[in-house]
């Protein structure tokens, strides 16, 4: 997505340890009629795929996810990332390694809104080593949902984790994927 | 709104501890197009107040904020509730105790993301205390912006915290007022 492209050149910072930082539009300040924009993009790629849900993750993949869900009309459930006295009942986990924030933790679904006659659009705002969307996988295949595929905002191509899931047949869509990347510049996968 | 209303006498339940659950259609499962609805409906409330940004505070803030800030296109900040390696240079912090979960935390946002130029709407699903939007004011206050008012999804009135910051001279407006609930059911306040 080209809009986006320019919008990193323009507005994203490089920061050591291989961090993208887009806080100004896509993170802690979300530019959303750009993110309604987005959500349109993801739900074009989707058209006619029967997704019947949005999976994605709190909190940053929240406002992608609702943008999506806003055009195709479709509910959204988010992973919490620690469990919440909120969530009773039967849940599904899984395992996450943050590699930004160098921490583990466990992502949580209530059982109740994960079906197996469902058929999930996985959403995030970025990709890198590919933990998040592997915990989300593991999920939807705890709750026996098929899995249309995993659109994200911003893949980091360079740190593999999207290529790996391709690699095991995972549809994975990236409005924009990061080659490379470094204190002068960044270049983007054509 | 009667729908809101509607749906919180449909699918809410009520658990021990003064917690309305409201997860299959406010938080981890969202309703989202109802949320845009709703956003729609906090829209038409603040037309003409010059509302420049929505402030909300993760996660879920998030989705409602959102929907808000797409029918008004206008970007949202969302505060942090612990500090970020993402979050650099100066923020603005405030001590918010939550008493759903009974504990304490800071919520955080980065100073680039507000200016003593904006005019803001808060923003966030529910108002029992009043301790988060007491923290979002606290941070409005520390930028030097304007407060348009506080919008939320459900009010639990019988908690006091709405009408505590109204007596202050604070506008909120909530979509519904829980005016009492038991485990028998629950009352609007007219």
């Known amino acids: 997505m080209r809009e986006l492209e320019e919008r990193i050149l323009r507005?994203?910072?490089?920061l050591p340890g291989n961090i993208?930082?887009?806080?100004s539009f896509?993170?802690?300040?979300?530019?959303?009629p750009f993110m309604m924009r987005m959500g349109r993009e993801i739900a074009d790629a989707y058209r006619g795929q029967d997704v019947t849900k949005i999976l994605?993750?709190?909190?940053s993949g929240i406002a992608l996810a609702v943008a999506a869900a806003?055009?195709?009309?479709?509910?959204?459930?988010f992973a919490k990332k620690n469990k919440s006295s909120n969530v009773s009942g039967d849940v599904y986990t899984a395992p996450v390694h943050s590699y930004t924030h160098n921490k583990d933790f466990t992502i949580v679904v209530s059982a109740d809104y994960i079906k197996n006659t469902d058929r999930l659009l996985i959403v995030d705002d970025f990709l890198a080593n590919g933990e998040?969307?592997?915990?989300?996988?593991?999920?939807?295949?705890?709750?026996?949902?098929?899995?249309?595929?995993?659109?994200v905002a911003i893949e980091k191509g360079f740190q593999g984790g999207g290529d790996?899931?391709?690699?095991e047949g995972v549809r994975v869509d990236s409005l924009a994927i990061v080659e490379q990347m470094s204190d002068t510049g960044l270049?983007?996968?054509?």
């Open 164 to 167: 790996a899931l391709r690699a």
């Open 56 to 59: 994605t993750v709190e909190a």
């Open 132 to 151: 998040a969307l592997r915990g989300l996988l593991s999920i939807a295949g705890q709750a026996g949902a098929e899995v249309a595929g995993c659109a």
């Open 70 to 77: 806003a055009v195709m009309e479709l509910p959204v459930v």
């Open 20 to 23: 993208l930082k887009v806080g």
């Open 26 to 32: 896509l993170n802690q300040q979300l530019d959303v």
């Open 11 to 14: 507005d994203g910072k490089v």
């Open 187 to 190: 270049t983007f996968r054509n």
